[in-house]
């Protein structure tokens, strides 16, 4: 009986430090993704954040701000981890904007578009602002 116990003990142990599988997580959101660019004086994003086109960062319309949000692109497979900081896309059809380095990491940026899915990983209990008021986007 206490063999058995042993057994049971280090098979579980022996489980518990598998690395877990990745479990697919449904998207929260499929459709096309672009990308952006804005002026080299670095104006503020709507958070009030300087935009900042080497940061993997990206604009979406109604997400908080600080979200951590997957972007998935259709066409490759490739998958890029970027933060919500700002407010966009406003074409039609868009679902988030990325900033160019963002669109570089999944091979998008000479596309241009790509069909994307969105998969939440953290959304803040505070939306992560640069304002000194609460909830407040700037806008």
Known sequence: MRYLSTAILFALL???ILPAAEIPMQPYESGIASWYDSDPDGPRTANGERFDPEALKAAH???PFGTIVRVHDLNNGM???VM???RGPYVDGRIIDLTPA???AIDMYE???SPVELHILHTPRVPVSQYNR???TGW
Do not use: H, T
Request: glycine residues 10%.
């Open 14 to 16: 022996f489980i518990a």
């Open 61 to 63: 319309k109604s997400l």
């Open 79 to 81: 998958s890029v981890e």
């Open 84 to 86: 919500i900081n700002d």
């Open 102 to 104: 963002a669109a570089r």
């Open 111 to 113: 596309r241009g578009i």
């Open 134 to 136: 609460p909830g407040d």
